[in-house]
């Protein structure tokens, strides 16, 4: 059976602002409070999704969310009309505002944690939507995302759709942004690499062991196949707040910084002993500093298999710009390893936000009947993609700044346009605005 991977990437929603909400995201806390623009952000992902698909890749994506969430508004005790609400929210508690201005769910690799069917005991592809707990913009995610992805995979036969894992910050879980899968072929069976993290002297983990266990557990993994991780600590508290930051895996090739884990050397045991076909391609902390590494997101990249069977990095722009990270870029593709195409993308936007091409897609591998199975409406060829462009054109600022989303003109506007994303897509009432 012929398996494909799809990235499904995050529609940056009209919201997309830096309010410095993620503590230990060096780049949120650094653009605190800088205008951003969402028109911009939106297409540099699009051109992302774009250029992916040119490369032979299977491209589809999720839809933004409800922003501002006035469910959450409502449910923290604001009243009257939605107008009332941000008023009320305006002067009483402006930072309440902000999170539920967020546009956080353009980080798709937050979405949730996905084992394809060649891994799982009942041959299904399994979905468990992250909770997303340690942090309040994004906790108020989980439940629209889990609506999400059973609304594009919507199959039973096909698709199993686990729950939110729940306890809060006890189960923090922050999805495929701490998972990574390596398999000889997309279709073969998979060893999956669980990351957990332990409080650093700085930052707070975000993803614990037991929620990867738990996740792992619900997908129905092979114990043999499964490996948790323990981050380590230098990272977290260089600004690895997700383990996407320092690395990425895909097919036969772990590509990473030598300090992502707290022990290397059993973990990359444990990771050859499970999958023997592994090639790891490491960067010393000679050659790329932590603070390289996250200034550059150089690891953050998509590392991608080519239909002709050789590996690409999507890369942002700012590692072209780092001389230090170009230079192994270049030494690595030099050497004998699949990875042999470098390319990079502009998604500064994004970036800013501490958010680089990793982080804006979630990895799904589909069988040619699975994918036949999903939403057809999620999955993107260059019409559907121009489509998309046309109606952020037609709805997005070029300019947000913090004092914007105190009007509450704005709010009418982005759920304006989140009403004409949901007719275009036929999604009927799906948010919590339109029930
Ligand atoms: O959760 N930034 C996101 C970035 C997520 C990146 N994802 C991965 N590494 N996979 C976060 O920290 C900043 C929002 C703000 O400050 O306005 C934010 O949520």
Redesign the pocket.
Known sequence: MTHTEYNFDGLIGPTH??????FG?LA?ATN?GAASNPREAALQGLAKMRAAMELGLGQGFLPPQDRPHLKTLRALGFSGTDRQMIEHAISDAPELLANCY?A?TM?T??AGTVAPSPDTADGRVHFTPANLAA?F??AIEGETTARVLAHIFDHDKHFAHHPLLPGGVHFSDEGA?NHGRLAEGHGSPGVHLFVYGKDGDRFPARQRKRASEAVARGHLLDPEKTIFIEQSKAALDAGA??N??VGVANGTVLFLHEQSFADPEAAYAAIRDAAPFVEIVEASAAKISLEDAVKSYLF?SQLVTLPGGEMALILPKESEENPRVKGFLEETLAKNNPINRLVFKDVRESMR????P??LRLRVVMSEAESAAANQNFMLDAAKISRLEDWVRAHYRDRLAADDLKDPEFMTESLAAMQALTDILYMGAFYDFQK
Do not use: E
């Open positions: 602002n830096y309010a410095g909400l993620s995201n949120s605190k967020a956080s980080w690799a937050n942090n913009h994004r942004a707040f997700h996407d930051v953050n936000n501490g958010g680089g990793a982080c």
